[in-house]
């Protein structure tokens, strides 16, 4: 089965830092990863996914994410953060191949300090 | 632009009385989802239509109906709401399942219930 695991449910960081939120998965096959973030009374927004190719994937408003098959993680990072990056961050994983649909991880708020 | 649009935005109802969120779509997909989410949890699948193809859940409530007349429309009926249906409620497309395609959601329909 699979499954998604973002261990953190906070993550502060000053504003101008680098910050990572953490995302790790659990599938049988080669997986299908994504990252959306969700700001408040909104949907979730696509950010950047991982299909296939190299691992560091570059998305939205200067994130990106690095697909590490050993480790099984697809962790969220930007060099620099913004206060508006302030949101609710979700890792979602699907199984090539595969009719599954999508499933989601907890969600990590990220909180951005001035 | 193509996209999903999810009306309204929010819905308040009675204890008890039927309502019907609706969603629809520019962008053709085959492929339409409903998620609740609650309190910045993790969006839980109810359901979802692949063309016209009907796909439960198995925890789904009974409570929970849905409708896809045509592949632009697609609606949520809640038969009987209680005050644990209070929700966002997602609408998402994709073009398919199981590939690398991810998700396009809608901006949710907050639903209170009084």
């Known amino acids: 089965a699979q499954s998604v695991a973002q261990p953190e449910d906070q993550v502060n960081v000053a504003e101008g830092n680098p910050l990572t939120v953490k995302c790790t998965y659990s599938?049988?096959?080669?997986?299908?990863l994504f990252w959306y973030v969700q700001y408040p009374n909104r949907g979730l927004q696509f950010l950047l996914k991982?299909?296939?190719?190299?691992?560091l994937v570059k998305g939205s408003y200067g994130f990106e994410a690095e697909f590490n098959k050993s480790q099984t993680s697809f962790h969220l990072k930007k060099p620099s953060a913004l206060v508006s990056d302030s949101a609710l961050y979700f890792c979602?994983?699907?199984?090539?191949?595969?009719?599954?649909?999508?499933?989601f991880g907890k969600g990590t708020r990220l909180h951005i300090l001035p | 632009d193509a996209m999903v649009i999810q009306n309204p935005r929010y819905q308040v109802t009675q204890f008890g009385k039927p309502v019907t969120l609706s969603c629809s779509q520019t962008?053709?997909?085959?492929?339409m989802y409903w998620y609740q989410q609650k309190s910045s949890q993790a969006p839980k699948l109810l359901f979802h239509?692949?063309?016209?193809?009907?796909?439960n859940e198995a925890d789904t409530p009974d409570n929970f109906q849905s409708r896809r007349p045509n592949t632009s429309f697609c609606f949520l009926d809640i038969r009987s709401p209680g005050l644990g249906d209070a929700a966002m409620y997602l609408c998402?497309?994709?073009?398919?399942?199981?590939?690398?395609?991810?998700?396009?959601f809608g901006s949710g329909t907050r639903l209170t219930v009084v």
């Open positions: 599938v049988s096959g080669n997986p299908y």
């Open positions: 979602a994983v699907r199984e090539m191949n595969r009719d599954d649909k999508i499933i």
């Open positions: 991982y299909i296939t190719g190299d691992n």
């Open positions: 962008l053709n997909h085959n492929v």
């Open positions: 239509y692949y063309d016209k193809d009907f796909n």
């Open positions: 998402a497309t994709s073009r398919a399942r199981g590939q690398g395609d991810g998700y396009t």
